[in-house]
């Protein structure tokens, strides 16, 4: 494998689709507002949140390399890194350098919304760049920020940060990105159950490691039945539309997750298929309700 296939893969380009998922959020909530955005800034908000995720993606495999943790942990689908610097440690430097350069361009993008936006922009644009450069060298040691500092990367900063840069009101993006929040977190704590004997060599301290696994599992759950209460309540009072019931359609997917969790935690074939329809509850909930806002 070359150096550059090795920085591609460091990218993991098979999971950056959470961006523009959670980017088609806050542009659904705009479209409902009855002024389409302007053309190039959406493209470039789209390209924005894909650069970020891209970006923390680099910095992590960099950092998780750099830590030995990508020669300790075990990998599967869905957690562990893409193995790509255990496989070519000569790429090492090209990651990083593609991680940097990557979130320069959205630093870059973030000052055209900057000087198009003001402050609020600047608030949560900020935000996400710390986020960015923070998240596996210091809040990985933190259990509680460790927890939600991807929700509110994916869902405060990247929806809300959405209406504020389409210069259009917040609205029910709050529901949506609270929402976003709850199940993204729900999706790294779920991920970090196989990493947790690996990530403890390291130094990192996040839930599964604090409380134990079975205890994290019922935090799983709780936070799936927290976004489905959420949208759930978002109907009734009247903040989200009556469509935007097809998200719950995932709902008993959710509940076998958090009823067979406790059972396979130590099956590692049975955990990986859970593991992967975890991620197909996450993404068809996000997707139905980005359809049901726009209808």
Do not use: K
């Amino acid at each position: 494998m070359s150096e550059t296939v090795a920085v591609v893969r460091a990218a993991r380009p098979n999971f950056l689709l959470l961006a523009p998922l959670c980017v088609g959020l806050g542009l659904a909530v705009a479209w409902q507002q009855g002024q389409p955005p302007a053309l190039i800034d959406t493209l470039l908000v789209f390209v924005g949140a894909v650069l970020a995720h891209a970006a923390v993606n680099l910095l992590n495999e960099y950092e998780d390399f750099r830590s030995g943790l990508d020669l300790i942990t075990r990998r599967t689908p869905f957690s562990g890194g893409s193995g790509a610097l255990p496989e070519v440690p000569s790429a090492a430097r090209r990651v990083l350098w593609a991680g940097l350069g990557t979130l320069g361009l959205v630093i870059a993008i973030g000052v055209y919304f900057l000087w198009l936006r003001g402050l609020p922009m600047f608030v949560l644009g900020a935000g996400g760049v710390v986020l960015v450069l923070t998240y596996t060298r210091w809040i990985t040691r933190s259990p509680l920020l460790c927890l939600l500092a991807p929700g509110i990367g994916f869902g405060p900063v990247m929806v809300l940060g959405t209406l504020v840069a389409l210069g259009a009101r917040l609205d029910a993006a709050l529901i949506c990105a609270a929402v976003a929040l709850l199940l993204i977190s729900e999706l790294l704590l779920i991920n970090q159950i196989p990493d947790a004997d690996a990530d403890r060599q390291v130094g990192r301290r996040h839930l599964v490691i604090t409380l134990g696994p079975e205890t994290a599992s019922r935090i799983v759950a709780g936070l799936l039945a927290g976004s489905y209460l959420l949208i759930g309540a978002g109907i009734l009072t009247g903040i989200l539309p009556v469509a935007a019931l097809i998200a719950l359609l995932p709902l008993p997917l959710a509940l076998w997750i958090s009823v067979r969790l406790p059972h396979v935690l130590d099956r590692a074939g049975e955990f990986n298929r859970l593991l992967g329809a975890n991620v197909v509850t996450l993404l068809s909930t996000l997707a139905l309700l980005m359809a049901g806002l726009s209808l």
